[in-house]
Each structure stands twice: as C-alpha cells, then as structure tokens.
C-alpha cells in the first residue's frame, strides 16, 4: 500500500465531522461543549462517552479509549491506520494520490469493493428481462420501480457464475469472492460459483452505508431455504449486524426508539408506513452484541411479533437479552398472524404506525400471558412465578425491577415477599463473580484527589483554554517552579504548541506517551467551568503562585535536614536560609499585592 502523504492526513483529519461519524454507531446527546453518550468499547449504563467537535477528539472517561475521527475508525471497525484513512478519505472526497505499482489496500476495503459489484450487478439484472420472475414477484407483494429502487432490491441471475465473472472482469480474484461471502469453490477444487442464484436480493449495509452481506429471497416453490444469507466476513458479522442501516439512523434519532423485527420485508414495510426507525436482525438470534448496539442508539425498543406461541416465546428470549442493557422494551403483536407486510396492505399506514405506538410494556405481557394459563392452586401460581421471575431478574434497574415483583405477585394473587425471593434466587443464579480491585474498594487513592494531581491539572487546562496567559517569562517560571512528571512534559508540549498556534493539531498528535496523551485528552474534553468567581489571569496567578510555595518549602525541608548534619557547614546553611526567608517575604508580599489589584479591579 502507497504511503499517503502528511498532508492528505491533516486534511481528513482538518474537514472529518467526528460528531457525524461517531454519532452513526453511538445515540449523542449534547452536554455543553461536548456530546456524550455510551461508550462502544466497552459496556457501561451510565455515559462517559464524548465527543468534542471543537478538537475534533473523542475520549471515554471509563475505559480511556480516545483519539480523532481515524483513530475511532481504527477501533471500532477493526481498520489499520491506512484503511480508516481511506476510508475518511473516501467519504469526504479527498483524492489521495497513489504511487503506480502500489500494493492493494487492505482486505476490509477490497471486499468492500467486491460487494458493491454485486450489488451493482444484482440491481442491473432486476431491471433486465432475466429479473422478469423477481419483478412480477415483487408486483404480487405491492411493489412498482420505484420501490424497488428505494430498498435497493435486485435479483441474482440464475447462473452459477454471474457474481464470478463480473468480479474477475474488475480483476478482483475468486479467493477474495469467497473471503467476501459471495462465492464458493467447486467441489472440483478448480473455479467458483455464486452462492445466490435466482432469488431476490437485499443488501445489507453497515452504518456507514458499506454494502457487507446479501440476504436472497427464494422465488421458486422447490428453493430452500426461502431465505438464504450470504455467511459471515471479515466485514460481516451476524451477531451484531441489522438489516436498514443507514437509512434508520436519523429515524432512531428523532424517534428516540427501535422498532425491532425479524425479516427484509417486515423492516421495508414499517418503512413504508413512515416508521423509519426499524431494523431486522440478519438470519441470526438477537444476540448481546445486538443488544449493546441497541442501547448505544436509543432507550426504547418496540419488538414485533406474531402474536401465537411462537411468537410469545421469541418475544421472552428478546427480553433475556436486551433487559440487561438497561432497553425499556414494549412488543407489539400483530393479529390474525399476519406479517407486518400484509398487515400494512391490509390495514394501511395509520393501522400499522397506531399498533407500534400502543404496544404495551412487553414483560407486562409476558405476566399476563403467562396467567393465562391458570392461577387457580397453589402450584400454577408458583410455575408463573418461576417462569415470570428470570425475566424481571434481567432488569437491570432496580426500581424498575421491584415494580415488576409487585406487579407479578399481584398478578398471581402471591405476597411480594415471595415473588422477591423467587426473583432473587434467579438473579443470584444469572451472575457472576465481579472483578474487584483494590481502587473500587476505595483501597487505593486516586491520583487526581491529591492536592498537587488537582493544581497541575487545573494549570494544563488553563494553558490549552487560554494559551495567551503564558508570557515567555512566565514559561520560564513554569520550567522552573513544576515538579517533574508527566504533567509538567504536557503543560511545557501546550505552551510550544501554542507559540506555533497548534494547540489542536497537539491533542489530536501528541508527541508524548501514552499516559500523558490520555492526561491531555481528558482536559481538552473538560468543558466543567474551573472556578465561578475568578478570572483566568486569577486562576493562573494563584497557581503559579502555589507552586512557587511549595518549591520553596522544600528547599526549606531540605535545608532543616542538612543543617542537622553536623558536619556540615552551618555558616554557609545560615545564610542560604537567610535567603530563603527573603524569598518568602517577596513572594507573600506578591500574592498580597497582586490579590488587592485583582479587588481593585473587580470593584
């Protein structure tokens, strides 16, 4: 792979919307300067996450992953540097100049590249005479073109080498064709073959609009399975892919809800009813990686599906694994066991949208459902609360949780304190052993509750807020008076930064370690206001001020421990510490005068 030059990185990097990119795979709420939300990296119920577009950074304060618009690429899509950069690159139309001769970009790209092909291939050959079966299929269901066109449909042609030929045509070559999923080998070991052939298609993309993976309806009575996927990618992951993005994003946005169903055409027809915001798992059980990506995009989940038995049963087994993220979950069930394609042709738009914004609370009905099977003796009482009570277990609030018991208990004619019991005993049963370590056993102080942690870290964010404070004299007196460590090598980093006005290109390509990068990420995202009642010349004066102090004192200290050596010698002691109590005075006597100004001037 060619290097791409300095240049083009500083302008991705210069023109990337880090709030536009983060907020595709994390729901953003705005908080002050910055946009906070729950981390991707690691699992959380409370926000850490956040984004500030003024530095164009990232940082989460619980795990400490952080960086600019590539790095967060480079994390969550698994991308080496080269790639997100292209990739960055690619969306916002910077032209990177490649070296003849260079080596492909990296495998994640090229598949990428692979499955827009087909998909290009797939749409072509739906609008050809050979798409004559898919598109009369398509007409029974309610669909015209335009339709068509919108979800992206296409068909892959009956043959067995359509896919093939047209990658081999691109000069991309069959190995990479089954990396990609598209693909498989001739059992003779010499060539490949499509792996959908003359069935309908869906592309299924990732959040960023990359085709990853195909879905492929059966159009024929004799095809099994009726739904056929292609398999899983280096860039195709099941258990945390959805069928509808990107076009549900803004949706869940504005919605601030999932609506969460099962197929291709359960996902179109909300769609189509106006109910953008939902989205269908991809030929896999919902999973928790789902769930958490779920969490990260919005509070609220509606479920959709049939309202029979099995219907029942897929709705409990969503709820064990969205209930611990925290999700309040509602299920709508549609009647007459109708799909919710049928049900919109059926019923129409409003018919669809009112049983999606009625649902009830689906635990609630999971209760009520399971009365149904009697409550009459002693024993069916106990067999609803056992069956009910692992579900209100996996609730992760607990307010919300003991409203369940006393909702459960009541709905069985039972006392809550034995409802609570049976919901304990499954609890206990659910989780394990938690890592502790001697910081959460409070065991351990954290650095940043020590005087000094707090001063240094109020003086690095005062340098990167208001770099015009630090006067060449006053960076002298920096150097001189901090005491060695990572903070004094981030403040010293932040005033040369600020000479060159590179404050931001500092934070974003910092030339310090790794625990000084993390100090320096996490007061550039600090937008909490240092002190109400004083300036900034204040604030900074005063710290200067407090450092200076504690120089002094321990040159003090250490001149008490050498005068009580008594070998040393004492006349020469005497006098340093004659010195040192002039310093003193001086330096008390400027706090004094420079507080009287400051009053001064406030008045």
């Excluded at 304060?61 to 292209?86: V, W």
């Excluded at 896919?163 to 691109?170: P, S």
């Excluded at 989205?279 to 990506?293: D, F, I, Y």
């Amino acid at each position: 792979m060619s290097r791409i030059p300095e240049s083009t990185i500083h302008e991705i990097r210069n023109r990337a919307d880090i709030v536009g990119l983060v907020s595709g795979y994390v729901e953003l709420k705005q908080a002050g300067r910055n946009w906070k939300g729950l981390c991707p990296f690691h699992n959380e119920k409370t926000p850490s996450f956040n984004v500030n577009p003024d530095r164009q950074i990232f940082h989460c304060f619980g795990c400490q992953e952080g960086g600019d618009a590539i790095a967060f690429l480079m994390k969550h899509d698994g991308l080496s540097f080269p790639e997100a950069a292209r990739s960055l690159a690619g969306d916002l139309n910077i032209e990177i100049p490649e070296e003849r001769g260079s080596v492909e970009v990296g495998l994640g790209a090229r598949i990428f590249e692979a499955n827009a092909l087909a998909q290009a291939l797939y749409r072509e050959a739906l609008l050809e005479t050979q798409g004559d079966s898919a598109r009369a299929y398509l007409k029974s269901r309610g669909f015209d073109g335009a339709s068509a066109e919108e979800f992206e449909m296409g068909f892959a042609p009956a043959k067995w080498d359509a896919v093939a030929e047209r990658l081999r045509k691109n000069r991309i070559a069959g190995d990479l064709g089954v990396k990609a999923g598209l693909l498989a080998e001739r059992k003779s070991g010499s060539g490949h073959y499509d792996r959908l052939r003359g069935r309908l298609t869906f592309p299924i993309r990732d959040v960023r609009g990359r085709v990853i993976g195909f879905g492929g309806r059966a159009l024929e009575a004799d095809q099994e399975p009726k739904y056929l996927n292609t398999p899983e990618s280096p860039v195709f992951h099941k258990r945390t892919s959805f069928y509808g993005y990107p076009a549900a994003l803004e949706s869940i946005r504005r919605a601030g809800r999932v609506i969460l169903c099962e197929g291709y055409f359960d996902r179109i027809a909300f769609a189509r009813a106006g109910l953008g915001e939902a989205l269908a798992t991809c030929g896999t059980a919902l999973t928790a990686e789902h769930g958490a990506q779920l969490r990260r995009r919005a509070r609220e989940i509606v479920l959709i599906f049939d309202g029979d038995k099995a219907g029942q049963q897929a709705t409990e087994k969503a709820l064990a694994v969205l209930l611990p993220h925290g999700l309040r979950i509602r299920a709508a069930q549609i009647p007459g066991g109708l799909d919710p394609d049928d049900y919109l042709n059926k019923e129409g738009d409003e018919a669809l949208r009112q049983l999606v914004d009625r649902a009830p609370d689906a635990l609630e009905l999971s209760i009520r459902n399971a009365v149904r099977h009697g409550i009459a003796t002693p024993d069916q009482k106990a067999d609803v609360v056992a069956h009910v009570a692992p579900l209100v277990a996996h609730v992760a609030d607990a307010v919300s949780r003991d409203e369940y018991v006393r909702r459960l208990a009541l709905a069985v004619g039972a006392s809550t304190t034995a409802v609570l019991t049976v919901v304990r005993d499954a609890t206990r049963g659910m989780k394990q052993t938690p890592e502790v370590d001697g910081a959460s056993l409070g065991l351990v102080r954290d650095r940043r509750d020590l005087p000094e942690e707090r001063q240094l870290r109020m003086l690095a964010r005062l340098c990167l807020q208001h770099p015009t404070l630090v006067s060449d004299e006053m960076a002298l007196k920096l150097h001189d008076v901090l005491p060695a460590g990572a903070w004094k090598s981030i403040i010293l980093q932040i005033i040369e930064a600020a000479e060159g006005g590179g404050v931001d290109a500092l934070v974003m390509e910092s030339p310090l370690d790794e625990e000084a990068r993390l100090r320096l990420r996490e007061i550039a995202m600090d937008d909490a206001p240092i002190d109400g009642e004083r300036t900034a010349d204040q604030i900074f004066n005063d710290l200067i001020s407090w450092f200076d102090l504690r120089k002094l004192t321990a040159r003090e200290k250490d001149l008490k421990r050498r005068l009580a050596d008594p070998e040393a010698d004492h006349e020469a002691l005497l006098k340093e510490r004659h010195t040192l109590l002039l310093e003193r005075r001086t330096h008390l006597r400027g706090v004094r005068s420079g507080r009287a100004e400051a009053n001064e001037g406030q008045e």
